[in-house]
């Protein structure tokens, strides 16, 4: 084998994948042809052009082999983390099973709300405003006591907090088995022009505007949270800028019977046609 041909082996070994393969068969068959014609010095004019090609292309084609793997592994990270911190949310909420039920479904006898499908970033700030005392502080408010002694006692730091809200964010979401009653026309009229901008028409909620989903709570929970708003039972302490603009609106309500019209366009949202 004379130099040439070693120097072209090298190259193809070097590489050692699809790339260089073929520029170092290119090089070989340019050099026999070269070799003919006794035009050496050309060939290695070519030949030099190649090898730096090939250089890059093996250069790229490692960083890439480097890069497959980095997102290979990171896969699996984020693939084991995420049912980690799926197992470890749906262990947390297990405690609350006894009142909220074990699909986030709610239970109006117990007075526990719908949490299903509600917007994680709310169930989040809403169980701080627990645990920091700015909410279910007042007298007035005994389930919110409740639940602040529950939120305090079963979530021992954010991390639980993030991991829980994560968790019933994903079940599915509910909507009311039993429609309340009410007049539908007056209800959309007053949903729309009060609650509509921030909740969204349909009641799904707005996470850009801190609005929680209404669709699935039900009747009395509504009316119950809405008092507490309009009352200054909740929505009074000053780091809970969302529940001072809602406790600003529900002064903007004039009956109760408006209320219930809302409360029965809100249960029939979500429901299939």
């Not at 072209?8 to 290119?26: F, T």
């Not at 068959?29 to 190649?50: D, I, W």
């Not at 909620?205 to 909740?234: C, E, M, S, T």
């Amino acid at each position: 084998m004379d130099k040439h041909s070693r120097i072209v082996r090298q190259l193809s070994a070097d590489c050692g994948h699809i790339i260089g393969a073929p520029i170092a068969i290119r090089c070989q068959v340019g050099y026999e042809t070269q070799r003919n014609t006794n035009t050496t010095a050309s060939f290695v004019l070519m030949l030099t052009r190649h090898s730096r090609s090939v250089a890059v292309a093996c250069g790229e084609a490692r960083r890439s082999r480097r890069i497959a793997l980095a997102s290979w592994i990171g896969t699996l990270v984020l693939m084991y983390g995420a049912s980690s911190f799926a197992a470890d949310g749906e262990k947390l909420f297990a405690p609350c099973v006894a009142c909220h039920g074990s699909k986030g479904e709610g239970n109006a006898t117990l007075n526990a709300p719908a949490l299903a499908g509600q917007d994680a970033v709310y169930i989040e700030r809403q169980l701080r405003n627990f645990r920091t005392r700015r909410r279910g502080t007042d007298k007035a408010d005994v389930l919110g006591t409740q639940m602040q002694a529950a939120a305090t006692t079963m979530l021992t730091d954010d991390a639980a907090v993030t991991q829980v809200a994560s968790y019933v964010a994903k079940l599915p979401k509910t909507v009311n088995a039993k429609p309340a009653p009410g007049d539908l026309h007056n209800g959309n009229n007053k949903y729309q022009g009060i609650c509509g901008a921030c909740h969204g028409v349909t009641a799904e909620g707005n996470p850009a505007l801190k609005a929680p989903r209404l669709v699935g709570l039900d009747a009395h929970y509504i009316k119950r949270q809405f008092a507490h708003f309009r009352d200054g039972v909740r929505g009074t302490d000053p780091k809970d800028t969302p529940g001072r603009q809602m406790a600003m609106m529900s002064k903007t309500l004039a009956t109760d019977r408006d209320l219930d019209d809302i409360i029965a366009f809100i249960h029939r949202q979500g429901r299939p046609k």
